[in-house]
């Protein structure tokens, strides 16, 4: 039997919640399809740091690194507001990201057909939509050095940040993109700001070399990052997948999260490079909502973009394609009976709890 080594840190604030519906999933995947999943539980975040002073102990980076994938809940709360800097919650995430090189974050934004009047957006700009935003992850601005404050004198001070990108980082994240498109509507667009920055003339230049010499069955387009904003609100069924650096990703994708009407429905995946050996890449999977401490343990979290992070696992960790495609038509059908958490309730709707909600979703993908 296949053993496939799953790390698990729920976190901190509805992370645990969510994380006991995967459980439950995984229950049943190896009960029923033989699906050998063997799993390991972690400390990350506020919890961490109560137990062992950071945000994730050096044992348990070591777990992360060595599993097939991790499954990564929430992080952060008030109670841990005055920590140290270097051991704030949210330091535990940054350092799974850099110790896995986890170069390649996948946002996807679904927006299921039972919930297509959720959105600020008029349903037909929205109902069917289906996109996937490649976002850098460990390069550009927010890595960039020199970063800095310097004192000018005289009251004056200048903020400094650096976008720095090499040709390599363009490369293998552009090639991410152009894979992913292969198995999906095979259109990429790519998004800077050469107009204005030294950097995307690069990225533009890089992306386009890239297509031309290993991936020309992929359609390509260029649009700048401010017009793809504006795109992505007037008409974004348009796009497939876009690629884009840290800063940029970072935005479009919060923008893309908003258009299917809840924040608490998006999973994310985040990848590194495949190993030459094996061809596995380093993988974390997490829900793109946070933590939101001031409904925890109440029973009431949506625990669907935890499952929906899950069904992505299967798909780029595990290859288990056809199963990560019956667990999101599962989720779609129990939205469609009408079944909601407290955070996508609507008239005519039946408001259920956590637990519940999961229970739907494994009565659904079980058949």
């Known amino acids: 039997m296949t053993s496939r080594s799953l790390f698990l840190l729920p ?65 952060g709360g008030p109670k841990w507001d005055a920590v140290p800097y270097e051991a704030r919650p949210e330091a535990g995430l940054l350092r799974l ?58 009251g004056q001070k200048r903020g400094i940040d650096t976008q720095v990108y090499d040709t390599y980082e363009i490369e293998r994240i552009a090639a991410v993109a152009f894979e992913l498109a292969r198995t999906r509507r095979n259109e990429v667009c790519s998004m800077e700001k ?45 796009f497939d997948v876009i690629v884009t650096d840290n800063l940029f990703g970072d935005m479009l994708s919060d923008i893309a999260a908003m258009l299917t009407g809840s924040l608490g429905m998006l999973p994310s995946a985040s990848l590194g490079a495949p190993d030459p050996m094996t061809g596995k890449r380093k993988a974390l999977y997490e829900p793109v909502h946070g933590s939101a401490p001031d409904i925890a343990g109440q029973g009431i979290a949506n625990p669907i973009a935890m499952i929906a992070s899950f069904a992505m696992c299967l798909r780029y960790s595990f290859n288990m394609v056809a199963e990560a495609d019956r667990l999101e038509a599962a989720i779609a059908a129990v939205l469609d009976m009408g079944l909601r958490t407290g955070d996508i309730m609507s008239e005519g709707c039946q408001q259920i709890t956590t637990a519940e909600m999961g229970d739907a979703i494994v009565a659904a993908y079980a058949g």
């Open 11 to 75: 976190g901190d604030g509805i992370g645990p919640e969510a994380m006991a519906e995967v459980r439950k999933l995984i229950a049943v995947m190896n009960e029923k399809e033989a699906a050998g999943f063997t799993t390991e539980e972690g400390l990350v975040g506020g919890c961490a740091y109560d137990a062992h002073g950071q945000a994730i102990s050096d044992a348990d980076m070591e777990k992360a690194m060595a599993a097939d994938a991790v499954l990564f809940g929430a992080v």
């Open 97 to 154: 990201r850099k110790d896995m090189e986890l170069f390649a974050n996948l946002r996807p934004a679904i927006c299921y057909p039972a919930l297509a009047n959720s959105s600020s957006l008029k349903q037909n700009v929205v109902e069917g939509l289906d996109i996937l935003i490649v976002r850098e992850l460990t390069g550009g601005v927010y890595f960039g050095e020199p970063k800095e404050i310097i004192d000018l004198g005289n």
């Open 194 to 238: 050469r107009n204005v920055m030294k950097s995307g003339v690069l990225w533009n230049e890089v992306v386009t070399a890239t297509h031309k010499a290993r991936f020309s069955d992929v359609k390509l387009s260029h649009m700048l990052a401010d017009a793809g904003g504006m795109q992505l609100v007037r008409w974004p069924k348009q």
